[in-house]
């Protein structure tokens, strides 16, 4: 059946295979497997993304189609910047499939290499980005007529969107080609909507939010998203994003923190982080730190009594956001606690994650640090718990804000299925 996001349909594989068919069709599927690369060896260093990709080729090899893949590696004149050979191969390795790899996109060797495949083969296209349309942000109808969209697109039966962490990229192989293809969203994508839709449902409660990082700007924007529509019952504050508020409240968080704070142009955001504590924002702030003073010590320090610079969340307010999580129905955690590079200060991160898992709430975990603070723990998601492959794009979603890939789907949707928008 179609995934209900928040009281729209989006197509999903299983209801491009009962409309369309996808036995030997081809099928163009945008993945995302930008991965973290060694800046000498340009060997990739982190290859859980390729990983998370492979259900869905190999349900829709499965099913009977010819899947061609493509996804971008890095941007233009950065390290990262690579071929996607070494992806094809691990891609080989993870899914048991023969995945060929052809160092081209738009060219004739792809466009004949495409022609050629055989239902149940699957073809990973070089670099996207290596099409300089690919770094072009602008609406799906202008790239529905991009060159990239235009010689690709005549050569397939329908598109399937798995990249959720493109999701909030308006480029041609994100909404493009959804306008000129019956299009769906692959089980990755699928998942991702489907563990958000949770935090909008009114029957779960309490909602708590765990925020942190140092994103300052970002996530408040989140919280002024779960506070104006009443999203969030609990929002626990971490790392700056903590300061920031104690800060809005008045609280003397020592002469270095405020300096590091003012450093990083963030004083400027107190009014409207005051803003939302004088509206009701269900915003907890910690009662104690640990710090690190000047002559290398750690110690933990509550609050009004300060003097060392903030790197953790101590364990009073670990006990104390301990026990709010510990009633929840949702928990979300993005952003760690602490400076978690840091060995000495990686507990308050850990130990939420903990409480958060031994709780009875569905969990949804905000990828990045705390994905790999998860995988040391030997964590890994399932039914109880999500960890997002998205960052720019989650965090979309949380401050409230609509997808481009999401709003191309939704027309391919109106065009092909003859879905209402």
């Known amino acids: 059946m179609p995934l209900d996001y928040r009281g729209k349909r989006i197509p999903t594989i299983d209801d491009l295979d009962e409309r369309f068919g996808v036995r030997g069709k081809r099928l163009l599927v945008r993945i995302d497997i930008n991965s973290p690369v060694d800046p000498v060896s340009h060997k990739i260093l982190d290859d859980s993304r390729i ?16 899947v061609v893949l493509v996804s971008h590696q890095g941007r233009p004149g950065e390290d990262d910047f690579v071929s996607l050979e070494e992806h094809a191969s691990l891609l080989s390795k993870y899914s048991g499939l023969d995945v060929r790899f052809i160092d081209d996109v738009i060219g004739p060797a792809a466009r004949e ?3 050629s495949l055989r239902p149940g083969e699957v073809l990973l296209l070089d670099n996207v980005r290596l099409v300089s349309e690919e770094v072009i942000e602008a609406k799906p109808e202008k790239h529905a007529n991009s060159v990239i969209v235009r010689k690709l697109a005549p050569l397939f039966d ?74 969030a019952d609990r929002i626990l504050t971490t790392g700056l994003v903590a300061e920031l508020f104690l800060v809005a409240k008045g609280v003397n968080i020592g002469d270095e923190n405020r300096k590091l704070l003012e450093r990083k142009g963030l004083l400027g955001l107190v009014p409207r982080a005051r803003r939302l504590l004088l509206r009701g924002a269900p915003v907890e702030t910690p009662v104690d730190f640990v710090t690190l003073a000047s002559d290398g010590s750690v110690k933990v320090e509550p609050l009004g009594r300060i003097s060392g610079v903030i790197r953790d969340i ?42 958060a898992l031994a709780s009875k709430a569905f969990v949804l975990v905000g990828g990045g640090h705390l994905g790999a603070i998860a995988a040391e723990l030997g964590i890994a998601a399932g039914d109880k718990l999500h960890i997002s492959t998205g960052g720019g794009a989650l965090l979309l979603l949380l401050a409230g804000e609509e997808l481009p890939a999401i709003v191309a789907l939704r027309e391919s949707a109106r065009k092909f299925f003859g879905w209402d928008p």
């Open 51 to 66: 990983r998370a990709h492979v259900p869905t080729i190999r349900e829709l090899v499965e099913r009977g189609a010819a």
């Open 113 to 115: 290499a495409i022609r």
């Open 158 to 231: 329908a598109y399937v969107n798995d990249a959720f962490a493109t999701a909030h990229r308006s480029q041609p192989s994100v909404v493009g080609f959804p306008l000129r293809l019956p299009s769906a969203v692959g089980r990755v994508f699928e998942r991702e909507l489907s563990a958000i839709s949770k935090l909008y449902d009114e029957n779960l409660s309490p909602k708590v939010f765990v925020l942190g990082g140092g994103k300052v700007h970002d996530t408040l924007r989140i919280i002024e998203h779960l506070t104006a529509n009443r999203v």
């Open 314 to 355: 101590g364990p009073e307010t670990v006990k104390m956001y301990g026990e709010l999580i510990s009633e929840a129905s949702i928990v979300v955690l993005r952003g760690p606690a602490g400076v978690i590079e840091d060995e000495r200060f990686r507990e308050g991160t850990r130990k939420l994650l903990e409480a």
